[in-house]
């Protein structure tokens, strides 16, 4: 049984230019109201970004016709009855009510149909969660609720508004990353319905997969809200290499957080909480976030019970080499652009360069190398992971490992390594100025050379040609 209908005072900031297209349509009879996402987000304190209205009681050409006054204005797609406004500023999207039929299998099965002159609760009713089905007035000023979705956002749930959300397999992914973007818990009903979904999962493209992942990997504040979502809706199992983790031990002593999947729980949290988050691209984020997801894959392979420092416990030697080739076949099944794909296995598979040297400190040309072996990923990257990865084991903060982070975190910037690994000092036309005619043996002079750099023998393109010269290369 949904909630009634409850109004209640709100105020939403609406750009000047929306607002005059609101009037326009206002003028001629046209009923607007905010829906979905720029509600939601305004509630939750948010400056919405993404602004949809949706036009009651006027045809679609009429529509169309009245915003053109603003600027360019599209009749996206028909059956969908979308205008997209095109303002000297920003883009809005226009919609009149409409309902759903479901006609065939997958996410785009359906026959949809415009009413402009449809009961706004039964629009809204199409709509996938009740979050995303608050109406705001803009006239009156107040935020119109017919499902209990400002109730939902307060406690912290993701709910279904009808049994017809089960008809659109995606929604179960959708659950997944609205729960991280907004630290919800998934209402166990809903959870339900997502596991009777689970046959529909082999009918949704891989960029639809892979474009509720990378709203995830991007927008999440509570990553972990999003993975336990996907364990409570049973899809996890589409994704082994993450499912895997549960119930996975470590050794508590080491991780008295609980098993792997706890871990990675704790860690996710702690990259998006760290202070560098907020000035992270969006693919930063994905490389990050997901490099964090899947730095500990690889225990599943090398999870054992056996003696280490006096005593039995759970241990996974090598573990960090084996996460590199999970990653991949992970990322890959769920669509992953290849350019993040590379970056992530470098930086899974280098997670605990530090831990190399418990008793000592890392030298510049092992720094150096460790740029270079990690590129086209980044030691900053890196030490973020790295990072993340010890900030995830509450109440177990190590201040050594800290300390140790930190004298990272300064080293590389005075090695000039944070970004990028050493560029190559000598090339092959500093060997053709010098008089060397190119051949064969260039290749192996540039790269004995480049080896010398890393080593700090020399650091200029003078000091390299002495280096040459002294080895009678020249």
């Known amino acids: 049984m949904t909630p ?4 209640t005072p709100f105020k939403i900031r609406i750009p000047r230019e929306l607002k005059e297209a609101i009037a326009l349509l206002d003028k001629i009879g ?9 509600v939601r987000d305004a509630l939750l304190g948010n400056e919405p970004s993404d602004f949809d209205v949706e ?15 603003m600027g360019r204005a599209d009749l996206v797609g028909r059956s969908f009855a979308v205008i997209k406004l095109w303002t000297q500023k ?3 999207d226009f919609t009149v009510p409409r309902t759903e039929c479901k006609s065939g299998t997958g996410h785009r099965g359906f026959e949809v149909k415009a009413d402009t002159n449809l009961d706004p609760k039964i629009a809204l009713k199409r709509r996938d969660f009740t979050i995303n089905a608050l109406q705001y007035d803009p006239q009156k000023g107040v935020v119109i609720d017919y499902f209990g979705g400002r109730d939902d956002l307060k406690k912290g749930v993701l709910r279904h508004i009808s049994e ?13 990353q609205f729960a991280g973007r907004f630290g919800l818990l998934l209402h166990p009903s809903t959870a339900k319905l997502c596991r009777d979904m689970k046959r529909e999962y082999s009918s949704l493209a891989i960029e639809r997969v892979w474009g509720e992942w990378c709203k995830w990997s991007t927008k999440s504040i509570f990553p972990s809200k999003g993975l336990i979502a996907l364990k409570d809706s049973g899809w996890i199992s589409f994704f082994p290499e993450i499912n895997s983790l549960v119930r996975l031990p470590q050794d508590p002593e080491w991780h008295p957080e609980g098993d792997v999947f706890i871990h990675t729980l704790h860690c996710l949290d702690a990259v998006v909480d760290s202070s560098e988050w907020q ?9 990050l976030i997901l490099s ?3 730095h500990d894959l690889g225990k599943i392979r090398c999870t054992r019970f056996a003696e280490k420092r006096g005593k039995l416990r759970w241990i996974s030697p090598g573990h960090d080499r084996e996460s590199g080739g999970l ?9 992953t652009p290849l350019g993040i794909q590379e970056k992530v296995r470098k930086l899974v598979e280098n997670h605990h360069y530090l831990n190399s040297f418990p008793d000592s400190t890392p030298s510049d040309a092992s720094l150096r190398r460790l740029a270079r072996r990690i590129n086209p990923a980044t030691t900053e990257e890196l030490r973020q992971v790295m990072q993340a990865d010890h900030r995830g084991r509450p109440p177990l903060i190590s201040e050594t490992q800290e300390k140790r982070l930190a004298e990272f975190k300064a080293r590389i910037a005075e090695l000039k390594l944070k970004d990028s690994a050493p560029k190559a000092l000598l090339l092959g036309r500093h060997l053709i100025e010098y008089g060397r005619k190119p051949g064969p043996n260039f290749k192996s002079i540039l790269d004995r050379a480049y080896e010398a750099q890393l080593d700090g023998v020399f650091n200029d393109v003078g000091g390299a040609l002495d280096w040459v010269r002294s080895r009678s290369l020249l």
């Open 55 to 69: 036009v009651y009681g006027l045809k679609i050409e009429v529509i169309v016709e009245t915003l053109r006054k």
């Open 30 to 38: 046209g009923n607007c109201f905010l829906v979905g996402g720029c």
């Open 164 to 176: 017809a959300f089960s008809e659109d397999p995606l929604r179960a992914l959708r659950a997944f």
């Open 4 to 7: 009634h209908q409850t109004e």
């Open 327 to 335: 990653s991949e076949s992970f990322l890959t099944r769920i669509g």
């Open 292 to 294: 964090v997801l899947c």
């Open 279 to 287: 000035d992270c691209t969006d693919h930063q984020r994905s490389i």
């Open 90 to 92: 920003t883009a809005f």
